[in-house]
């Protein structure tokens, strides 16, 4: 008996210093990680003169969650503009609640705050100023900006970071002796449904990069877009070994990077901060620099 007893005492010591090393690492170590990632994709219902696009992705960047502060948003502006992208899109979810009332989000207008941030926006917002691309710097909002003041995030977005925040509308830009347009949709969970008045107005439906905070809106979205760019998951924050990062709030088929359902074409960012819990294990913060081509034709690429 006192044997299995020592047998079973070492199990759980081992174990408990198991777990102290993975929390110690998921928590102070990983998230101060950052990378860049690149991928090249070829997308339909694309210009080949536009081949070679580069388009950086910045989601859910949580500011004020664990090593997420002004500082480090002001170092991934940095890290972006190094890219030499040519467009640059925000993924929606820039705050990180300290208080979360669900009570009060019910009852509190449309236009003020419904939720408690542990870095106000004014600061947030100042920390996204300096982003440059080519052709624009665009953004959307997400699920936790909407909870706590959308029209508050929309103004300082455009006023102080002087980004362009597009709310299911499409900006159109001459690049490359074609037009480069860029959908922004609303987060899925506001309405549960995709607008799509402004997509079904183009009359010609070619070189559209949709950009949104939800992946799982690539669902309900109609067909005839290149490629649409969401965040959301955070990758699942936990990647764990052989069972892989586990969806909680989004379709599994959407976690990090491409996915292609019924011929439309999405890429997902796993992000910069965290959210509900502070660590990140074997998904390390990161933006992306997507390179978009023509798949059909080989076409000159952009000077």
């Given at each position: 008996?006192?044997?299995?007893?020592?047998?079973?005492?070492?199990?759980?010591?081992?174990?408990?210093?198991?777990?102290?090393?993975?929390?110690?690492?998921?928590?102070?170590?990983?998230?101060?990680?950052?990378?860049?990632?690149?991928?090249?994709?070829?997308?339909?219902?694309?210009?080949?003169r536009?081949?070679?696009?580069?388009?950086?992705?910045?989601?859910?960047?949580?500011?004020?969650?664990?090593?997420?502060?002004?500082?480090?948003?002001?170092?991934?502006?940095?890290?972006a503009?190094?890219?030499?992208?040519?467009?640059?899109v925000?993924?929606?979810?820039?705050?990180?609640?300290?208080?979360?009332?669900?009570?009060?989000?019910?009852?509190?207008?449309?236009?003020?705050?419904?939720?408690?941030?542990?870095?106000?926006?004014?600061?947030?917002?100042?920390?996204?100023?300096?982003?440059?691309?080519?052709?624009?710097?665009?953004?959307?909002?997400?699920?936790h900006?909407?909870?706590?003041?959308?029209?508050?995030?929309?103004?300082?977005?455009?006023?102080?970071?002087?980004?362009?925040?597009?709310?299911?509308?499409?900006?159109?830009?001459?690049?490359?002796?074609?037009?480069?347009?860029?959908?922004?949709?609303?987060?899925?969970?506001?309405?549960?449904?995709?607008?799509?008045?402004?997509?079904?107005?183009?009359?010609?439906?070619?070189?559209?990069?949709?950009?949104?905070?939800?992946?799982?809106s690539?669902?309900?979205?109609?067909?005839?877009?290149?490629?649409?760019?969401?965040?959301?998951?955070?990758?699942?924050?936990?990647?764990?070994?052989?069972?892989?990062?586990?969806?909680?709030?989004?379709?599994?088929r959407?976690?990090?990077?491409?996915?292609?359902?019924?011929?439309?074409?999405?890429?997902?960012?796993?992000?910069?901060?965290?959210?509900?819990?502070?660590?990140?294990?074997?998904?390390?913060?990161?933006?992306?620099?997507?390179?978009?081509?023509?798949?059909?034709?080989?076409?000159?690429?952009i000077?």
């Amino acid at each position: 008996m006192k044997k299995w007893l020592k047998r079973i005492g070492l199990l759980i010591g081992v174990l408990a210093v198991l777990l102290g090393l993975f929390l110690s690492y998921s928590y102070f170590i990983e998230p101060r990680q950052f990378v860049v990632v690149n991928d090249a994709i070829a997308v339909p219902h694309w210009d080949g003169r536009l081949n070679g696009l580069r388009v950086v992705t910045i989601a859910d960047i949580h500011t004020g969650s664990n090593f997420a502060p002004p500082e480090r948003i002001r170092f991934v502006v940095e890290q972006a503009n190094a890219q030499n992208p040519d467009v640059i899109v925000l993924l929606g979810d820039y705050v990180s609640e300290s208080r979360f009332d669900r009570e009060r989000m019910r009852i509190a207008p449309d236009g003020t705050d419904r939720t408690e941030l542990k870095v106000p926006f004014e600061a947030v917002a100042e920390s996204l100023k300096g982003l440059r691309a080519k052709y624009g710097v665009y953004a959307v909002i997400g699920n936790h900006d909407w909870y706590h003041n959308e029209q508050k995030i929309h103004r300082m977005l455009e006023e102080i970071s002087g980004i362009n925040v597009l709310n299911n509308e499409i900006h159109e830009v001459e690049a490359n002796g074609t037009t480069l347009r860029i959908w922004g949709i609303e987060d899925l969970w506001k309405n549960r449904e995709v607008p799509t008045e402004a997509f079904n107005a183009l009359a010609e439906k070619q070189n559209i990069i949709a950009i949104t905070h939800n992946p799982d809106s690539l669902l309900s979205a109609p067909e005839g877009f290149s490629i649409l760019f969401a965040g959301h998951t955070h990758g699942g924050q936990l990647n764990w070994p052989i069972f892989g990062p586990k969806a909680v709030f989004n379709d599994p088929r959407f976690m990090d990077g491409l996915a292609v359902v019924d011929g439309k074409y999405v890429y997902v960012s796993s992000g910069v901060g965290t959210s509900v819990i502070p660590i990140r294990f074997r998904v390390p913060p990161e933006i992306n620099v997507v390179t978009l081509s023509s798949n059909t034709a080989t076409m000159p690429e952009i000077p």
